[in-house]
């Protein structure tokens, strides 16, 4: 039985959260479901770069494109979209994961590279349970994302957006995990693109980021993703606030 249709037999009336990514089928889970498994809070009151880098992207051959406001942002993306992916075949595993993290600086992306042993842990995971919710700090509390995994891709959505505006809730940020390198160099090329700059600035996309990807990583962290997907009514959010050191309102 899948994730999705645990979710479902949670309640009666099921409202899914639908974003559609290149065709897939929607996915997430019911606001009330959301909220009894976060039945603590869910939301907490308080709301240049240098020529040698360069030339590094310059090597790389980069695809120049707009940035941030001009991405779609669930329009599926091929890595040979934004470089040219024979300009690097010679190139070491730690030269490309220099160019790719240096070039993403300061243009409304969020960068990440991981090993391809890593990330087969992390998609295993991740399709087995695609669903899990986040704190985020914001001044003084913290808000609750919703983290949602179509692999290779990852949503994050505001809790709060979500229980307003249902199926029509917007992602906040999104991340695409490139694997065409795997084969060659061992590497999966991640990219995040914020959706809406004026609610979360780079630091916060990438922390959300890490944060996710600790939590499918790590085998403690994880086991609290697994119970949140396979038997909810144990889940409790207090503990990911206290693995995350957010003190509680």
């Given at each position: 039985m899948s994730a999705f249709t645990r979710c479902r037999r949670v309640l009666s009336a099921y409202t899914p959260l639908a974003h559609r990514i290149a065709g897939g089928k929607?996915?997430?889970?019911?606001?009330?479901?959301?909220?009894?498994?976060?039945?603590?809070?869910?939301?907490?009151?308080?709301?240049?770069?240098?020529?040698?880098?360069?030339r590094l992207w310059s090597?790389?051959?980069?695809?120049?494109?707009?940035?941030?406001?001009?991405?779609?942002?669930?329009?599926p993306k091929k890595l040979e979209q934004i470089m040219?992916?024979?300009?690097?075949?010679?190139?070491?595993?730690?030269?490309?994961?220099?160019?790719?993290?240096?070039?993403?600086?300061?243009?409304?992306?969020?960068?990440?590279?991981?090993?391809?042993?890593?990330?087969?842990?992390?998609?295993q995971r991740a399709n087995e349970c695609p669903i899990f919710v986040l704190p985020l700090r914001k001044g003084?509390?913290?808000i609750s994302v919703v983290v949602q995994a179509q692999m290779p891709y990852l949503l994050f959505t505001a809790l709060e957006d979500y229980r307003v505006r249902g199926s029509e809730a917007a992602p906040y940020f999104t991340v695409t995990h490139f694997t065409e390198l795997v084969p060659t160099k061992s590497l999966v090329l991640v990219?995040?693109?914020?959706v809406f700059t004026r609610k979360l600035s780079d630091d916060e996309a990438d922390t959300l980021l890490k944060t996710a990807h600790s939590f499918y990583?790590?085998?403690?962290?994880?086991?609290?993703?697994?119970?949140?997907?396979?038997d909810s009514r144990e889940f409790d959010f207090k503990e990911v606030l206290q693995e995350l050191n957010i003190p509680m309102p």
């Open positions: 929607p996915s997430g889970l019911a606001p009330q479901h959301l909220e009894r498994c976060l039945s603590t809070t869910s939301l907490c009151p308080r709301e240049d770069i240098g020529s040698a880098q360069e090597r790389a051959n980069f695809a120049r494109s707009k940035f941030a406001s001009g991405y779609t942002a669930l329009a040219k992916i024979e300009s690097v075949i010679f190139s070491p595993p730690e030269e490309i994961t220099q160019i790719w993290n240096d070039y993403h600086i300061g243009r409304g992306h969020i960068s990440a590279v991981m090993g391809s042993e890593l990330y087969k842990i992390f998609e003084n509390g913290f990219r995040g693109d914020i990583i790590n085998d403690e962290r994880y086991r609290k993703v697994r119970k949140f997907n396979k």
